[in-house]
C-alpha cells in the first residue's frame, strides 16, 4: 500500500506540501483531488523520489521508492506522459523498459496490445504521437513490470470518450484483482465513477479525506428555491445549519424528508430537493476547495 504521513515540502520558504498524511489501500482506487497548484504532482513526485522531502515520509509497499530493489517490477509510475523519448518508437521505448527490469522482450508486444497501440502505431516514433498515444504508452510502461501499485497523474488527459472509459475499466480491474491505485485528475467525473477513497487536498494541506461514500453522504441534502432566502431563514430558525449554493441552492445538514417538511410549513415552494450525493463529486469539490483554489497558480519548482 501507498503509506504518506507528516509530509511536508517547502522551496524558497514556500509549502507546497504542508504536514500531508493519509493511506492508499490494496484492492481499491484512492482519488487524488485539489485544485492547481494545491499540491498534488508534489506529493506524487516525492512519493516516487523525484523530489526529496523536508520532512516527513513517504512509502511504498513498506518502503522508500529508492530503497526498492527493481521499483519497476513493483510500482508502476505515470507522471507526465510527455516525458518520453521522442526519438525513439513505442515499442523502442518499451523494449528498452523491459531490459532494465529484466523482463523479456515479449513483455512490450504483450503491453502494446494490452493498451491497444496498433503495430504500425508501436513502430512510429514517439514526436509523432498524440497525446492520448503518449497517454496509453505511458500506461503500457507503467504495467510493463506487473506492478501491484499504480501512481497515475492525470493518465486521461488526451484521452477520447472511449479511451477513458477503458481507462477506467482497466484501473477497476487492477484494484479488483488486489492492486493498489493512486489517481490524480481533473476529470471529476471519472474520479466518481471509478475511485473508492477520496484524498482532497488544498494549498498544501488536506481538506478532506475518506471513502466516495461516507464523504458524499456527509455532504447532506441539495435543495433549491425561488424563494431561497425565506427557506433559509426557516431552515436556521429550526436549528439547520446550510450553505448557499449558486443564486438559488443550499446545501443543508439534514435529511430530505426534513427539509420538505420545513419547507412545506413554511409555504416555499421547491424546484429540486435530493440528497447531495446525487449531486455528485463536483459540487462538493467545489465546497471543499472554494477557500483554496488558485488561477494556474504553481506547486513550486517541481511542479
Not at 521508492?65 to 523519448?85: C, F, I, K, M, T
Request: hydrophobic share 45%; aromatic share 2%; net charge negative.
Amino acid at each position: 500500500m501507498i503509506d504518506v504521513t507528516a509530509l511536508t515540502r517547502t522551496y524558497a520558504g514556500h509549502r507546497a506540501v504542508d504536514d500531508v498524511t493519509f493511506t492508499a489501500l490494496p484492492g481499491r482506487v484512492t482519488g487524488f483531488l485539489g485544485p492547481n497548484g494545491a499540491g498534488k504532482s508534489t506529493t506524487m513526485r516525492v512519493l516516487v523520489g523525484l523530489t526529496p522531502a523536508t520532512s516527513g515520509s513517504a512509502t511504498v509497499l513498506g518502503r522508500r521508492y529508492a530503497d526498492l530493489p527493481n521499483p519497476g517490477r513493483e510500482v508502476g509510475v505515470l507522471l507526465d506522459a510527455s516525458a518520453q523519448h521522442a526519438g525513439r518508437t513505442g515499442l523502442e521505448t518499451l523494449r528498452i523498459a523491459a531490459r532494465t527490469m529484466g523482463l523479456p522482450a515479449r513483455r512490450a508486444d504483450e503491453m502494446v496490445e494490452r493498451v491497444s497501440l496498433t503495430g504500425p502505431e508501436a513502430r512510429r516514433r514517439v514526436k509523432n504521437y498524440s497525446l492520448g498515444m503518449r497517454q496509453r504508452l505511458g500506461i503500457a510502461t507503467a504495467l510493463l513490470g506487473d506492478p501491484e501499485v499504480l501512481i497515475l497523474d492525470e493518465p486521461a488527459n488526451g484521452l477520447d470518450p472511449a479511451g477513458i472509459r477503458w481507462m477506467r475499466d482497466l484501473l477497476r480491474g487492477f484494484a479488483d484483482d488486489g492492486g493498489t491505485v493512486l489517481l490524480s485528475s481533473h476529470l471529476l467525473h471519472e474520479i466518481e465513477v471509478v475511485a473508492d477513497d477520496l484524498v482532497v487536498i488544498g494549498q498544501g494541506r488536506i481538506v478532506a479525506q475518506g471513502s466516495k461514500a461516507e464523504l458524499l453522504t456527509a455532504a447532506g441534502t441539495l435543495v433549491r428555491s425561488p424563494g431561497v432566502a425565506a427557506l433559509a431563514q426557516a431552515l436556521e430558525a429550526e436549528g439547520v445549519h446550510v450553505a448557499p449554493v449558486g443564486p438559488d441552492g443550499l446545501r443543508v445538514e439534514a435529511d430530505p424528508d426534513l427539509v420538505g417538511r420545513i419547507a412545506l410549513a413554511s409555504a416555499t415552494p421547491l424546484t429540486e430537493l435530493r440528497a447531495a450525493d446525487g449531486a455528485g463529486l463536483e459540487e462538493m469539490f467545489l465546497e471543499l476547495t472554494a477557500d483554496t483554489a488558485r488561477e494556474s497558480a504553481p506547486e513550486g519548482v517541481a511542479a
